[in-house]
C-alpha cells in the first residue's frame, strides 16, 4: 500500500476528466490551445508539485504563456493535494486504528475465556472445600460427642469405682465374719436358716459389685480414658466391651453368639474403633428386636483382620440402601439417633486404612463386614 | 528511514517536529519556510486546522541537487500536538530519520513536556525506531515569555542525555529556529552520510549539507 506521503503522480490527484476539463479551460485563456500530459512532450514545461515534476504543459503561444498556465496548474495542484494527502492519512490512520481495535478484540477475547476457565475453576475448588468443611464438621462433631462421652465415663469410673472397692472388700471380709460366727451361736433351726441366708445375701451383693465394675471397666475401654489416641489395639477385646456395653443398654436380652479367632494387635484410634463397633452392634440390636440373634466373628489373615456382624433382623428396605451412609440420616424418631452412626463408622474404618462393606435383605437381615490392615499405611 | 531510488538517483529524507500542544512546532516550519532559502523549496502545506490548532500536519519540501547528479529531499513535517491525535502522530511518525522535540519553557508546561517526550519515545518504538538511536534535537521554545525555566537549569538537566546541549528558541520572533534546524542537520548528516557515503559519492560533505540546505535569506551565515 501507498504511503500517505508518497509524492502523489498526476493521475493521483486528477481524473482524465479532471485533466481534460483543465487543459479545456486553460486553453480557453490562452491565446493558443495548451495540453496538460504525464510524458514530456517538445517544447513543454514542468508542472511542479513538492520540488516533483508530476506531468508537463504543452502548446499555447510562447513560451511564458506555458510558464504561466504551468504555474497555474501547481498552484491549483496544492490544494488538490492538501485533500488528497489529508484523506490518504486519515485512511492509514483508521485502518492503524481498526487493526488496533481487532488486536484488542482479540486479547479481550482471549483473556475472558481465561476468566472463564478460571471461574469454573474456582467453582470446582469451592466444592471440594465445602466437601472437606462438611466432613471436618461431622468429624468435630463426632469427637467432641466421644469426648463428652469421656468424661462422662471418666466421672463415673472416679466416682464409683472407690466406693465399689471398698463396698466389694467389706463384704467379702463380712462373709468370713459370719462364717467365724456361725460355730458360736447355738445350733438352732432358725440360727442355721439366718446364717445360711446371711452368706447368701452377702454372695449375691459380692456378685453384684463385680457386675458394677466391670461395667466401669468396659466404660473406660470405650472411652479410652487410660489410652493415648493411637495405640495398638486389641480388637477382640475393644469387641467385647461394646458387647457388654449393647447388653447393658437392652438389659442383657440380646442373644449374641460370638466366635471370636485370634487376632494381632493393629495400630489405630481405640475410642474410636470401640464407637464403631458399639454403633454397629447398637443397629443390630435394634434391627433384631426381642426374638432375634446377633453373630459377631472376627479372624486374621494375611490382608488383615475382618470382623464380621451379622443379624437376622428386618434388614434395610431397597428404597434407602444408597442413603444409610449419608450423615444425618436416620430412620428412628427424632431423639434417638443423629444419623451418623453409619457415617462414622465407614469414615473411622477408612481412616484405619480399611473397608466396610453393607449387605442386607429386607426381612432376612444384615451383615456388616469390616476390613482392617494389620499394618496401617501398608 | 531514507527513502532511496536508484533510478531517479532521488534521495528522500523526513524530519518530523514533535511536542506538546501549542508548543510552536507549526511556527518553527513557517518560520523556516520564510527564513530559509535553500536551493530548492516547495510550498508549506498546512493541512486543515481548527481553531488555529493543527489537525492532520504541516509540511514543508526543501532540496539540493549534487554535483553528482544526487536529487536529495528533505521533508519537514509537524504532528498535531493535542492527546486525541495519537494514531495522526503515530502515522506521521513512522519512517522518520530525524525529530526535533520542540518543548516549551514556560513552567506550567513542564508536566507536558514530559508527557510528550514519553508519547514520543512509544510511539517511535511502535513505528520500529529507537529513541537514543534516531538522530534528534530538543528545542526549548518560547524563550521570549515571562515565567520559563531558567536555561543553566534546564542544560543541567539535560546534560547526560544524548540530547545536549539543548537549543533554546523563540519560534514566533524567529530566533533559534534555524540554528535548531542547524543542530538536526549536523546529527542527520552522521547517519545518512555512514549509509549512504555522501562525501565519498556524491560529493556532499558536512558542511555543504549543512549550508545548502539551511541557507537563509539573511545571508551565508552556516
Not at chain 2, 3 to 27: M, Q
Amino acid at each position: 500500500m501507498r504511503n500517505f506521503e508518497d509524492d502523489p503522480a498526476l493521475a493521483d490527484l486528477l481524473t482524465p476528466n479532471q485533466i481534460q476539463r483543465l487543459s479545456e479551460g486553460l486553453s480557453a485563456l490562452c491565446r493558443e490551445p495548451v495540453l496538460i500530459t504525464e510524458q514530456r512532450l517538445n517544447e513543454s514545461v514542468p508542472v511542479e508539485f513538492n520540488l516533483e515534476t508530476i506531468g508537463w504543459l504543452s502548446g499555447g503561444a510562447s513560451a511564458s504563456e506555458r510558464e504561466a498556465a504551468a504555474g497555474l496548474v501547481s498552484f491549483l495542484m496544492l490544494f488538490v493535494a492538501k485533500y488528497r494527502l489529508a484523506a490518504n492519512l486519515h485512511h492509514d490512520t483508521t485502518e492503524a486504528s481498526y487493526a488496533e481495535l481487532q488486536r484488542q478484540n482479540a486479547a479481550l477475547k482471549a483473556s475472558e475465556a481465561r476468566y472463564r476457565e478460571l471461574s469454573d475453576q474456582l467453582q470446582q475448588q469451592v466444592d471440594e472445600q465445602v466437601a472437606v468443611i462438611r466432613q471436618t464438621q461431622q468429624e468435630l462433631y463426632e469427637s467432641a460427642r466421644l469426648r463428652s462421652v469421656g468424661h462422662l465415663a471418666a466421672g463415673v469410673a472416679h466416682e464409683i469405682n472407690n466406693p465399689v472397692g471398698f463396698i466389694s472388700s467389706n463384704l467379702r471380709v463380712a462373709r468370713d465374719y459370719v462364717d467365724n460366727l456361725e460355730p458360736l451361736l447355738p445350733d438352732t433351726a432358725d440360727n442355721r436358716d439366718m446364717l445360711g441366708d446371711f452368706s447368701d445375701l452377702l454372695s449375691e451383693s459380692i456378685e453384684g459389685t463385680d457386675r458394677i465394675a466391670r461395667i466401669v471397666a468396659d466404660l473406660k475401654t470405650f472411652a479410652s480414658i487410660d489410652q493415648a489416641d493411637n495405640a495398638l489395639c486389641d480388637l477382640n477385646s475393644l469387641l467385647l466391651s461394646a458387647i457388654h456395653l449393647v447388653q447393658t443398654e437392652y438389659d442383657h436380652n440380646l442373644t449374641i453368639i460370638e466366635s471370636l479367632g485370634e487376632l494381632p494387635r493393629i495400630p489405630g484410634h481405640p475410642s474410636r474403633l470401640s464407637q464403631t463397633l458399639f454403633n454397629l452392634l447398637d443397629n443390630a440390636a435394634q434391627a433384631i428386636g426381642n426374638d432375634g440373634r446377633i453373630l459377631v466373628r472376627t479372624q486374621a489373615d494375611d490382608a488383615g483382620i475382618q470382623v464380621t456382624i451379622q443379624d437376622n433382623g428386618c434388614g434395610i428396605p431397597d428404597s434407602i440402601r444408597s442413603q444409610v451412609f449419608d450423615a444425618f440420616f436416620t430412620t428412628r424418631p427424632v431423639g434417638s439417633g443423629a444419623g451418623l452412626g453409619l457415617t462414622v463408622a465407614r469414615d473411622t474404618v477408612h481412616a484405619h486404612g480399611g473397608q466396610l462393606t453393607l449387605d442386607s435383605q429386607e426381612e432376612a437381615g444384615t451383615r456388616v463386614i469390616l476390613v482392617l490392615p494389620a499394618k496401617q499405611g501398608a | 528511514m531514507p527513502d532511496f531510488s536508484p533510478e531517479d538517483n532521488k534521495l528522500a529524507l523526513k524530519v518530523v517536529f514533535y511536542g506538546p500542544a501549542l508548543s510552536g512546532k507549526t511556527t518553527n516550519l513557517m518560520q523556516l519556510h520564510s527564513l530559509l532559502n535553500p536551493e530548492r523549496k516547495g510550498e508549506l502545506m498546512v493541512l486543515e486546522t481548527r481553531d488555529d490548532r493543527t489537525l492532520f500536519f504541516d509540511m514543508l519540501p526543501i532540496g539540493l541537487r549534487s554535483r553528482s547528479g544526487l536529487d536529495l529531499r528533505l521533508k519537514l513535517y509537524t504532528v498535531p500536538g493535542q492527546v486525541q491525535h495519537d494514531s495522526t502522530r503515530k502515522a506521521v511518525l513512522s519512517r522518520a530519520d530525524g525529530v526535533v522535540f520542540v518543548a516549551d519553557s514556560q513552567i506550567a508546561q513542564q508536566d507536558n513536556n514530559a508527557i510528550a517526550f514519553g508519547n514520543l519515545e512509544d510511539n517511535l518504538d511502535k513505528v520500529g525506531l529507537d529513541i537514543d538511536t534516531v538522530p534528534m534535537v530538543v528545542q526549548f521554545n518560547k524563550r521570549d515569555l515571562p515565567n520559563v525555566v531558567e536555561e543553566t537549569e534546564l542544560q543541567g538537566r539535560w546534560a547526560g542525555t544524548p540530547w545536549a546541549p539543548l537549543s533554546m528558541a523563540s519560534a514566533l520572533k524567529g530566533e533559534g529556529v534555524i540554528e535548531t534546524f542547524r543542530v538536526l542537520l549536523d546529527r542527520l548528516y552522521t547517519v545518512i552520510d555512514s549509509e549512504f557515503d555522501l562525501a565519498g559519492r556524491h560529493d556532499i560533505d558536512r558542511t555543504t549539507f549543512i549550508r545548502r540546505l539551511s541557507a537563509s535569506h539573511g545571508g551565508d551565515d552556516a
